[in-house]
């Protein structure tokens, strides 16, 4: 069984070098990498929109749901950037994107977001705050050790960051 299954492999590596892009490994670095390049999207997103909702004087969920979604605009957008520099047309590009980062910017905002609500003060502490800032700074850290694995075994299977992978490395 064990030579059968190495030959599958091999015939899946034959097939990615035949179409031009060698196969992603799913080692706890390419997935630490993966994670990575998705935090800084959600970090853009999140940090903008708490800071706007905070600035406005917004309650709770309204501050939740417009980090969420400048989270999901920002990891998308840093993408597309990628895939579009590579030459892949825009709609391609929006197909990658949501193909490679959904799950993992989900993963991402469901935690941090309940790590943060859940930081009690935080999100009435305003911009001046300590209390603010390092829950927000602590939201995205373990964000970020819940997402890893989840992009792990997401890149093993030919998912998430995988769907990238053939465009950044032109």
């Given at each position: 069984?064990?030579?059968?299954h190495?030959?599958?492999h091999?015939?899946?590596?034959q097939?990615a ?10 080692t ?7 994670t ?5 999207g ?6 903008l929109?708490?800071v706007?909702?905070?600035w ?8 939740v749901a417009?980090?969420?979604v400048?989270a999901?605009f ?17 709609a391609a590009?929006v ?29 009435e ?7 603010f800032?390092?829950?927000?700074a602590f939201?995205?850290?373990v964000?970020f ?20 992978h ?5």
């Amino acid at each position: 069984m064990g030579q059968h299954h190495h030959s599958e492999h091999a015939v899946t590596d034959q097939a990615a070098h035949e179409h031009g892009h060698a196969a992603l490994k799913a080692t706890w670095g390419v997935a630490a990498s993966a994670t990575l390049h998705c935090l800084t999207g959600c970090a853009i997103g999140e940090v903008l929109g708490m800071v706007l909702a905070t600035w406005w004087g917004w309650s709770t969920w309204p501050s939740v749901a417009l980090a969420v979604v400048l989270a999901f605009f920002f990891g998308y957008l840093l993408t597309m950037q990628s895939v579009l520099r590579s030459g892949l047309a825009f709609a391609a590009a929006v197909r990658v994107a949501l193909a490679a980062d959904t799950v993992s910017i989900l993963v991402m905002e469901i935690v941090d977001n309940a790590v943060l609500v859940g930081v009690p003060g935080a999100m009435e502490a305003g911009l001046v705050s300590i209390l603010f800032w390092g829950s927000l700074a602590f939201s995205l850290a373990v964000a970020f050790v819940v997402t890893v694995p989840v992009n792990k075994w997401m890149i093993g299977r030919g998912l998430g960051h995988a769907a990238v992978h053939q465009y950044m490395h032109r």
